[in-house]
Nanobody, 127 residues
């Protein structure tokens, strides 16, 4: 069973920054495309930023310039950096992996291709 464990969530003031981490196995980290998503209260889940095994990334227009992804190869961890947060960023943030892309090349933001999900970490942003 693939495990994706998110951490780093917590309350933050508007304008602040936060770093979320997604720890997984070395196999997942090296063989699966991964991404970060969020779901705000009463809204559908949306894709934020995805990466493939070639360390290319694709970030959603809605968070471009404020959010970014980075990798920690030593810890098999995918990190999401959130900057200049506002109350509209309040959501549950999820990490996911795509095992169906055998070439681990896709940078599509479509959520349907991600077949393994973490439990999420909550980020409330106070005004």
């Amino acid at each position: 069973q693939v495990q994706l464990v998110e951490s780093g969530g917590g309350s933050v003031q508007a304008g602040g920054s936060l770093t979320l981490s997604c720890a997984t196995s070395r196999h997942t980290y090296n063989k699966a495309g991964m991404g970060w998503f969020r779901q705000a209260p009463g809204k559908e889940r949306e894709a934020l930023d995805v990466t493939n095994c070639y360390v290319s990334t694709n970030i959603a227009t809605s968070v471009k310039g404020r959010f970014s992804i980075s990798r920690d190869n030593a810890k098999n961890t995918l990190t999401l950096h959130l900057n200049n947060l506002n109350p509209e960023d309040t959501a549950m943030y999820y990490c996911a992996a795509d095992y169906r892309d055998v070439y681990c090349y896709s940078l599509g933001l479509d959520q349907q291709r991600f077949n393994q999900w973490g439990q999420g970490t909550q980020v409330p942003v106070a005004s």
